[in-house]
């Protein structure tokens, strides 16, 4: 073709076109692509030329491991879910490599591993993926976050959101819940309830009451039972109360013997102190300068000294007191 060319005008097909003289163009998607590209000279001369690109298709990496937690040595499955590729290069973020298909690694110290995969087709293609592994010692940690109350019909039902803040799955927990002046409700929850999870739980037990009675408190208890020990206990219970006003509930048991427990609310933080008397008013026990927190409380007297009798019991907070009368018959 006679003169200088001026012009390029390039078919790419599916993948759009260009006037480029030397074009770029790019896709994601193996395959055959035609092109067809027409030049022109200065002369009005025109020439056309056909051939084909061939995109190896990339191969999606994928992987995951299998536990992504546990306790050292933690044994981990690597299951692999890579599409296209043949060949593999693992680092599992503990100076460790691997080239097979599907390893498995044990990891022998407490970290957080960061693995890496890179898949590699047979025409060379690459893609990676990440994932992490949390190597940790065990703590088993259940935590009653909110508790709720509800009546109707004459009927109360107690619920729970309960938290799984420990690292390991828990499966067994005794759930008890009680309410003022009521017997003890015990419930097995044995789900699975995986680290970080949160269960909405619902009393499948209920309380039946005067229509003119609304308890004063309410508290909602979850131990887990599978024979690993809580790590925190002070979290496994939580109490409500219905109103802010500095209130006696109950001391139980009542009868009592060596012991007895004080539920009380008080309407903000401060110094409470419980006094028990006999019935010429003489101080037979007492707790003093104990520090109380806005809202439910619960603290115990030490009665092991004390004879049988009828003695009336004081609570006391701030210039307000409040009082009821208990029984030791042994």
């Known amino acids: 073709m006679s003169g200088s060319l001026i012009s390029w005008n390039w078919d790419f097909g599916i993948l759009g076109g260009s006037t480029s003289q030397n074009p770029v163009i790019s896709t ?29 298709a990339q191969p999606v990496a994928a992987f995951v491991p299998d536990p992504i937690f546990g ?25 460790s490599i691997s080239s097979t298909t599907t390893p498995t690694h044990v990891y022998q110290d407490t ?28 703590k088993m940690d259940i935590q009653v976050r909110k508790i709720g109350i509800t009546q109707l019909n004459g009927l109360v039902r107690l619920s729970a959101e309960i938290v799984n803040v420990g690292n390991v799955v828990v499966n067994e927990i005794a759930i008890t819940g009680v309410i003022e002046n009521g017997s003890v409700l015990v419930e097995e929850y044995n789900g699975t309830l995986a680290p970080g999870q949160l269960l909405n739980y619902n009393f499948i037990s209920s309380y039946e009451i ?48 060596s012991e007895l427990q004080v539920n009380f609310n008080i309407g903000s933080d401060g110094i409470y102190e419980v006094k028990l008397y006999d019935q010429t008013g003489k101080l037979v ?11 439910f409380n619960s603290t115990k007297l030490d009665t092991r000294s004390v004879s ?3 003695y009336n019991l004081v609570l006391i907070f ?13």
């Open 28 to 56: 994601s998607v193996g395959g055959t692509y035609p092109v067809i590209l027409t030049v022109t000279s200065n002369e009005g001369c025109s020439a056309t030329a056909t051939g084909s690109i061939v995109v190896f």
């Open 71 to 95: 306790s050292p040595p933690l044994t981990v499955n690597f299951i692999n879910n890579t599409l296209g590729g043949i060949n593999y290069e693992w680092t599992f973020g503990d100076g």
């Open 111 to 138: 970290g957080n591993y960061n693995i890496t995969m890179i898949a590699i087709s047979a025409e060379g293609c690459r893609d990676t993926a990440y994932s992490t592994v949390s190597v940790l010692i065990p």
């Open 210 to 257: 005067d229509g003119n009675f609304s308890p004063g408190y309410y508290c909602v208890e979850a131990i887990n039972t599978s024979g690993t020990q809580d790590v925190n206990l002070a979290n496994n219970k939580k109490c409500a109360v219905a109103n802010s006003d500095f209130e006696l509930f109950t001391a139980y048991p009542n009868p009592f013997d």
């Open 285 to 295: 026990a007492n707790t003093t300068d104990n520090k109380g927190l806005r809202g």
């Open 308 to 310: 049988k009798g009828t």
């Open 318 to 330: 701030r210039d307000e007191q409040r009082s009821i009368t208990t029984l030791k018959i042994k």
